[in-house]
């Protein structure tokens, strides 16, 4: 992994390893072409570039994650998606559907 600045290099093993897990976006689904890997703990506060510590997201929720109230988690080895409470006031957490998974 490299850093410069604000801008990190994810090691091509985990994302390789984030398309397979995530199949694309963790919030909207779009393609893995479409992605960039999240770090959920950042880099710069201790955070690993590790498979339980990234997730696949597009750019639009990508910037949502740096720039507003939502969260991201891992747990049960895939990412979820926790709302603003403006937007849930019970901040349930969402999963999209991996039916990539499933067969």
Do not use: Y
């Amino acid at each position: 992994m490299a850093a410069v600045g604000f801008l990190v290099e994810v090691d091509l093993g985990v994302g390789q390893a984030s398309v397979v897990v995530d199949g694309g976006c963790a919030g909207c689904g779009r393609p893995p072409s479409w992605c960039e890997v999240h770090h959920i703990t950042a880099w710069q506060d201790g955070g690993d570039t590790a498979l339980h510590n990234c997730v696949m997201l597009c750019r639009t929720c990508h910037r949502l994650q740096h720039h507003s109230e939502w969260e991201v988690r891992i747990r049960d080895g895939l990412p979820e998606l926790i709302p603003p409470a403006w937007i849930d006031p019970q901040r349930r957490p969402r999963r999209k559907p991996l039916l990539h998974l499933a067969a």
